[in-house]
């Protein structure tokens, strides 16, 4: 059985791992840089520090080896990242997908609203299942718009209303699927 919890731990750990991975980037970048640096300056700074009486300290060595481990890092990460998002896939598109929503929705202003269970929020779905459709939250599918608090339907009747949803449930799981291929 999947169910949204489950999903918004690795909706949440995609996300964490994704800003870890920008920040090993950004880090990887930057060494390869001071890297590419280093035979352009050293003649200057090991004359320099022969001239005043010092040993002049080549750092290059250090920065391969920070370079080897950002690399790996970087490979981890992404692999990390990759599994967690495929493993998303797998359990939303599951025919076993619990959303827990009060059995009793509200009707307001001509929409049928279902609020999640507890008033949990699911904010982490919400931003990864809209980057996998290509759409930002709140997600409107077929008159059924998906938030991280809760799901408005553009009908008044609430079998209808189930009926949209379930369609739509439907269909977004069928693009992810095709995602998933």
Do not use: C, W
């Amino acid at each position: 059985m999947s169910d949204f919890a489950f999903l918004e731990q690795v909706a949440t750990r995609i996300r964490e791992n994704r800003t870890q991975l920008k920040d090993t980037e950004d880090e990887l970048a930057t060494v390869n840089f001071r890297i590419h640096e280093i035979p352009l300056k050293s003649p200057t700074e090991s004359t320099f520090a022969k001239m005043i009486g010092q040993d002049y300290y080549d750092a290059s060595v250090d920065l391969e080896k920070a370079r080897e481990k950002l690399v790996a890092l970087k490979e981890e990460l992404t692999v990390k990242v990759k599994e967690d998002i495929a493993l998303f896939i797998t359990e939303f598109t599951s025919h076993e997908l619990v959303i827990p929503l009060e059995p009793n929705p509200k009707v307001a202003e001509g929409n049928t609203i279902f609020h999640y269970k507890n008033n949990t929020t699911f904010n982490n779905i919400l931003a990864i299942l809209g980057e996998l459709l290509g759409l930002s939250p709140p997600i409107l599918v077929k008159d059924v718009m998906f938030s991280a608090s809760e799901i408005v339907i553009k009908v008044t009747d609430e079998y209808e209303a189930k009926q949209k949803f379930l369609s739509s449930i439907n269909e977004v799981q069928k693009t992810l699927s095709i995602k998933r291929k």
